[in-house]
């Protein structure tokens, strides 16, 4: 039945071709003999618009001739005039008819009506003297005699300059154009297509005629070629149907194009079986996502599934980070290299070949490397099918880390901002009554208040490490220094932590950068103590070093401890993940890492070995810093906050440079904030009456200039207007006299 189906489909296939064939033909016999027959036409009718002009023209001669002869003979006759044809003849001697001969009373009554355009194949002629004037109805209608279906006749033609005779093609038929030059008139000849059309379509019908003959020979042709192709296909659809789910196996096929079409079909058979198998691995590997903790062991998944598929080749996976710290055979961290540096930085999986039939396929995350897959055999498609789920996989986990640690971070977040509420404020005006204290007396009383603010000031770095788990670490107040004094001062702040630690501080270059003073310290400090840690013991050593790199201020912190284990580098810096157990809290690198990366810099780990561990703290350097302008004499200040114990302590502080109104009433200082210039105002964001943004919102509308100079303090979570600046409670003093030195006398940068 299969059979019969394809033979009869190669039979109507030729049929139809030799059919549109005939039929292409005869559409071109019929284009070529209508354009044949048209240019024959429109040469005859340009031949006889020539012929008919010429007789017209001689026609009119004539006539002129003898009117010329009537008005200049005293005995006026037109006996002649009459028998060439003429219809009517007047002659006028100075204005008075003196000859009116005509054949019909409508001809003479034409000749009175005075100048007539032509029309038809009539046509008034008129010569003249000096006293006299001959007019004359010419019929031309011999002259104009043209073929049958053919029209002839006269136009008016105003323009004589030019004579040649045009044809033009119209819908219907041929338009011949053939001005006179002896008169204002022009033939005009209109020659129809239809007869040319129809000869056309007889010569092309003749032609298909005969044509058809040749259907005969095609139909025995397309029934032995029917016959001869379907026999190989046949045993091909055999060999098909019984191969069920092997690969298919080839009868003796001809050396012809059926031949290559089996063969073909074997091999994608093959190859559908081998994608089967590849996709059924790449199915179950992809399903496992859940067992998988890290990157590591995806990729050791993802090698023992490679190994599963490619039966004969020896697949390895080299983990991105072996490579940068050098723990893999030299000869598989070459080929992984060379196949790193030959792949696309652009896609996530990308396959190479190297040198040995060797195939590398390169997993990554833009620069991250996760690893290379390296091994021989199979098809690289394969392979990259595998790596791409690998990379799926890794992202997968990496965004469940990330979703935890945010979780994580979240309900961190909501704790510390309820620590920070209730501790900043009576802290601040605590903080604020001890420095003044401290100024006031002497001897072991003044002792007394300056241990107790210092432990005051470290109840606020507590403060300060949880509000930005709050409030996204957001808040910063940067200023000018020179970070290697800075680590030179952190040094000394470390040194008791660790007494048996050799603690040693080396710089010959002076760092100059613009960051927030409070958090690289605190970043610089994690660094010495973790570092202290790592090396403690008998003959342990710290060096903290500073350099310049390009653009960058670096501070590296050395230890000769045991070096960080590879299993745990690439997370460092992750939140909540500690290597002490639970003496550590896994934010201090965390964070540390953070608050640098929010001024544009790093911290990373460069060289880890037993006996040698490397990490840097980069700032960009800032060059040609100017110092800030000297503070004027007399300034004003303005504070507002809900609690007067933080307006009393700040208004001490601030009575140092200046004069200070204090009030607990957000109303009362909007109104004289309006109206009165203060040089610096603090507002507390959170009032019971106004919030700090609606008392800053409010002035703006009032005084926009007194809005710029807005200092808005705050405790806990808490967002200021944009454009506004924003101190953390407590304030120090440090901080306070900073922010004063800023002041320009117009409006307080943001």
């Not at 808040?475 to 952190?490: G, N, P, Q, V, Y």
Request: hydrophobic share 45%.
């Amino acid at each position: 039945m299969k059979r019969r189906s394809i033979l009869r489909r190669v039979i109507v296939v030729v049929l139809g071709a030799g059919l549109v064939s005939l039929v292409v033909s005869a559409l071109a016999v019929l284009s070529a003999v209508h354009s044949d027959q048209e240019a024959f036409l429109v040469d005859s009718a340009l031949h006889q618009g020539e012929l008919l002009r010429e007789r017209v023209d001689g026609r009119v001669e004539t006539i002129r001739t003898q009117l010329r002869s009537l008005i200049a003979s005293e005995q006026l006759a037109v006996t002649g005039l009459v028998a060439m044809g003429v219809e009517s003849v007047r002659v006028l001697s100075e204005g008075e008819v003196v000859l009116d001969a005509s054949r019909s009373e409508e001809a003479s009554a034409l000749l009175r009506v005075g100048d007539m355009l032509p029309s038809g194949t009539q046509l008034i002629v008129a010569e003249e003297n000096d006293s006299r004037r001959a007019e004359a109805i010419l019929d031309l209608s011999e002259e104009l005699a043209v073929p049958p279906q053919w029209r002839a006749h006269l136009v008016p033609q105003p323009h004589r300059s030019r004579i040649d005779v045009r044809a033009s093609r119209l819908e219907e038929g041929i338009q011949v154009r053939a001005p006179s030059a002896r008169a204002s008139v022009a033939v005009l000849i209109e020659a129809p297509l239809a007869p040319v059309q129809q000869a056309a379509i007889a010569t092309a019908a003749r032609t298909a005629m005969w044509s058809l003959l040749a259907v005969i020979p095609l139909f025995f042709l397309a029934i032995l070629l029917g016959f001869a192709v379907t026999r190989p296909i046949r045993g091909l659809v055999d060999a098909v149907e019984t191969a069920g789910d092997q690969p298919v196996r080839l009868p003796d096929l001809p050396a012809d194009e059926i031949g290559e079409l089996g063969d073909a079909i074997a091999a994608m058979s093959a190859r559908l079986h081998e994608d089967a198998r590849a996709l059924r691995a790449a199915v179950g590997y992809g399903r496992q996502p859940e067992r998988w903790a890290d990157p590591r062991e995806v990729l050791h998944a993802l090698e023992e599934t490679l190994r599963e598929v490619f039966h004969e080749g020896e697949w390895r996976v080299v983990e991105g980070s072996t490579l940068e710290h050098g723990d893999v055979e030299v000869e598989l961290a070459t080929l992984a290299r060379a196949a790193i540096k030959r792949a696309d930085p652009s896609r996530e999986v990308s396959a190479t070949e190297l040198p040995e039939g060797k195939t590398a396929i390169v997993l990554r995350n833009g620069p991250q490397v996760y690893g290379v897959a390296l091994g021989a055999g199979g098809s690289a498609d394969h392979g990259e099918l595998l790596c791409q789920t690998a990379v799926a996989s890794i992202r997968n986990t990496e965004l469940m880390q990330a979703a935890m640690t945010n979780e994580k971070l979240a309900m961190l977040g909501r704790l510390s901002a309820g620590v920070a509420h209730e501790v900043a404020n009576p802290l601040a005006y605590v903080l604020a009554n001890l420095e003044s204290l401290a100024e006031e007396l002497s001897g072991e009383h003044a002792q007394m208040a300056e241990d107790a603010r210092s432990g005051a000031q470290r109840i606020a770095k507590i403060v300060r490490d949880l509000r930005p788990l709050s409030r996204g670490m957001t808040e910063s107040l940067l200023e000018d220094i020179d970070l290697a004094e800075l680590a030179k001062e952190t040094i000394g702040v470390a040194r008791p932590r660790h007494l048996d630690v050799q603690l040693s501080f080396r710089s010959m270059v002076t760092l100059p950068v613009r960051c927030d003073r409070g958090r690289i310290e605190q970043a610089l400090l994690n660094l010495v103590v973790n570092a202290m840690d790592a090396a403690s013991g008998s003959g342990a050593r710290v060096t903290v070093t500073t350099k310049r790199s390009g653009d960058e201020a670096i501070v590296c912190v050395i230890d000769n401890g045991p070096g960080v284990p590879m299993a745990v580098r690439n997370r460092l810096f992750e939140a909540f993940f500690t290597t002490k157990g639970s003496e550590g809290t896994g934010l201090g690198l965390f964070l540390s890492r953070s608050f640098v990366l929010a001024q544009g810099g790093d911290i990373r780990l460069v060289e880890s070995n037993p006996g040698r561990t490397v990490f840097e703290l980069a700032l960009p350097l800032r060059l040609g810093v100017r110092s800030d302008p000297p503070p004027p004499l007399a300034r004003r200040f303005l504070v507002v906050d809900d609690e007067e114990m933080i307006v009393r302590a700040l208004g001490r502080l601030l009575s140092r440079h200046g004069d200070v109104v204090l009030t607990t009433d957000p109303h009362e200082a909007l109104a004289r904030a309006s109206i009165e210039h203060f040089d610096l105002v603090l507002c507390d964001l959170h009032m019971p009456e106004m919030s700090g943004a609606e008392f800053v919102r409010q002035l703006a509308e009032r005084s926009p200039e007194a809005a710029s100079r807005v200092v808005i303090l705050t405790g806990s979570q808490g967002y200021a207007p944009d454009g506004i600046r924003v101190l953390p409670k407590p304030v120090e003093r440090a901080v306070l006299d900073r922010l004063v030195r800023s002041l320009d006398g117009a409006a307080l940068p943001a």
